[in-house]
Nanobody
Framework: QVQLAESGGGSVQAGGSVILSCTAS????????MAWFRQAPGKEREGVAD???????TYTAAVKGRFVISKEAGQNTVSLQMSALKPEDSATYYC????????????????????????????WGQGTQVTVSS
C-alpha cells in the first residue's frame, strides 16, 4: 500500500522561506511522479508544482520564481522549497504521487501520472500547514 509522509511547514513571516519534504513508500519503483497541492480555508484545492517521472517540472503561475520542486535521484522523496512567501500562500499543503493502477505499485508504466491538471491520478498525504503572517 502506498503511503506519503510529509514534513516541514509551520509559521513564517512574509518574505521568509520554508521547505516541505515528502517521502513515498510502498512503490516497487523510484520512477514515480510527485506533486504538491494546497488548500486554503474556504477555497478549492489548487496545484502548486509537479515533477513527473521524467523529471519535467510544472508550476502554477502564482508560485513561479518563488518555489522550487525537486526530487532526489533514485528515491521517492520530493521537496518544495518556498521562498519570498506571501500571506496568500497560507494553506494546508498536500504531497501527492502517481496512483497505482493495481498491485504491486510499479513499474512506472503501471502508474497513472499525478499532475497539476490531473489530481484524480494522485494518491495523497495527510497535509502539513503553512501559515505566512504579514
Amino acid at each position: 500500500q502506498v503511503q506519503l509522509a510529509e514534513s516541514g511547514g509551520g509559521s513564517v513571516q512574509a518574505g521568509g522561506s520554508v521547505i516541505l519534504s515528502c517521502t513515498a513508500s510502498g512503490y516497487t519503483t523510484t520512477n514515480v511522479g510527485m506533486a504538491w497541492f494546497r488548500q486554503a480555508p474556504g477555497k478549492e484545492r489548487e496545484g502548486v508544482a509537479d515533477i513527473n517521472k521524467d523529471g519535467r517540472k510544472t508550476y502554477t503561475a502564482a508560485v513561479k520564481g518563488r518555489f522550487v520542486i525537486s526530487k532526489e535521484a533514485g528515491q521517492n522523496t520530493v521537496s518544495l522549497q518556498m521562498s519570498a512567501l506571501k500571506p496568500e500562500d497560507s494553506a494546508t499543503y498536500y504531497c501527492a504521487a502517481d496512483r497505482p493502477r493495481g498491485a504491486p505499485a510499479g513499474p512506472a508504466s503501471w502508474l497513472s501520472a499525478c499532475l497539476l491538471d490531473r489530481p484524480a491520478n494522485c494518491v495523497w498525504g495527510q497535509g502539513t500547514q503553512v501559515t505566512v503572517s504579514s
